[in-house]
T-cell receptor, first 116, second 117 residues
């Protein structure tokens, strides 16, 4: 069983739709991440939240809007996506702090997104 | 650039045999961390093993061990007594040791491991 839960597992949306991906963890981690993964490629970092504040935005288009309402939840709001945005979206979490620099990322099972 | 290179796109091994996956990396930092993750068809990224750069001793986790050569910037993964469940995509990854680089996990392109019965 994964300790990071992502919903939905699969999502098909049109280019004019608005949808949201959700991620939840209860490990007490204060850093949460969104990654995008295309088929047979490594994950690419999109956003990092640390203590519920956006720390890193890897120049992601504004049609992707992250939100961290509390320390356990992370959302990714999607609007006006393009077919090339179809991918596996992975959420991850980790500890934060000087004593936790080697803290590994714990990943969820991902949401398989298809944009039609 | 802080890159991670996996030179073997695909590898295969017979069940119960040993296989070694290669990884090299480039970094200007003195403090960093290295990881191997596996991603089976179920999609979840699973941590296999981790190594702190300041530690000289190679990490081991049951059938999994690493050969960490800091001067050569090499971090290979050895899987002993391979099992069918080991079949997956394996990613080598590096994480910085301080500041913003600590949040960034840089992945290699991956090695697809097939285990033959």
């Amino acid at each position: 069983d994964t300790e990071v839960t992502q919903t939905p597992k699969h999502l098909v949306m049109g280019m004019t739709n608005k949808k949201s991906l959700k991620c939840e963890q209860h490990m007490g981690h204060r850093a949460m991440y969104w990654y995008k993964q295309k088929a047979k490629k490594p994950p690419e970092l999109m956003f990092v939240y640390s203590y519920e504040k956006l720390s890193i935005n890897e120049s992601v288009p504004s049609r992707f809007s992250p939100e961290c309402p509390n320390s356990s939840l992370l959302n990714l709001h999607l609007h006006a996506l393009q077919p090339e945005d179809s991918a596996l979206y992975l959420c991850a979490s980790s500890r934060v702090g000087t004593v936790s620099y080697n803290s590994p990322l714990h990943f969820g099972n991902g949401t398989r997104l298809t944009v039609t | 650039a802080q890159t991670v290179t996996q030179s073997q796109p695909e590898m295969s091994v017979q069940e119960a045999e040993t296989v070694t996956l290669s990884c090299t990396y480039d970094t200007s930092e003195s403090d960093y961390y290295l990881f191997w993750y596996k991603q089976p068809p179920s999609r979840q990224m699973i941590l296999v093993i981790r190594q702190e750069a300041y530690k000289q001793q190679n990490a081991t986790e049951n059938r999994f061990s690493v050969n960490f050569q800091k001067a050569a910037k090499s971090f290979s993964l050895k899987i002993s007594d391979s099992q069918l469940g080991d079949a997956a995509m394996y990613f080598c990854a590096r994480r910085g040791g301080s500041g913003g680089s600590n949040y960034k996990l840089t992945f290699g392109k991956g090695t697809l491991l097939t285990v033959n019965p």
